[in-house]
């Protein structure tokens, strides 16, 4: 592990992290453990463990590829609930949170056509009839 100088805001008891830190970070995050949970495991507070994520780039790296580890099984098994199961409820979560699905008339809403009329504005009747009375040789519709 990198050794920091700066070690001033520790309010944990332990003031480096254990040499095993790195895998147990990792083990834990992928085990779906919280920063309470981690942290008390490597013996120390939030606190701590918050500042030795922020003095060793590798224990960040670990927690982050832990929670990414964690992250990938729930999705997998959502994601085979949903489609190989059978599971509704889940198939709807999945449209919802990866696909922006909102619930509710959305066909009604996509086959929809809209049409806007622009008026033009306000007009003195002189200037009204001039533009709508023919010209010279124009003829009206007989």
Not at 78 to 97: H, P, R
Not at 103 to 117: K, L, T
Not at 126 to 134: G, L, M, Q, S, Y
């Amino acid at each position: 592990m990198s050794e920091k100088k700066d070690l001033r805001g520790y309010t944990g008891t332990r003031k480096k992290p254990p040499r095993d830190a790195a895998e147990k970070l990792l083990e834990l995050a992928a085990a779906g453990y919280n920063k309470k949970g981690l942290a008390y495991r490597l013996g120390t507070t939030v606190e701590t463990l918050n500042k030795w994520l922020e003095l060793y780039p590798e224990l960040k790296q670990a927690m982050d590829e832990g929670r990414e580890r964690e992250h990938n099984a729930l999705f997998t098994a959502l994601f085979d609930s949903a489609t190989k199961g059978g599971n509704v409820a889940a198939a709807i979560f999945l449209l919802k949170a990866r696909h922006g699905y909102r619930e509710g008339d959305q066909a009604e809403i996509a086959n929809r056509v809209s049409v806007v009329f622009e008026m033009p504005g306000a007009m003195k009747l002189e200037d009204f009839t001039k533009d709508v009375t023919p010209r010279g040789g124009e003829r009206g519709h007989d």
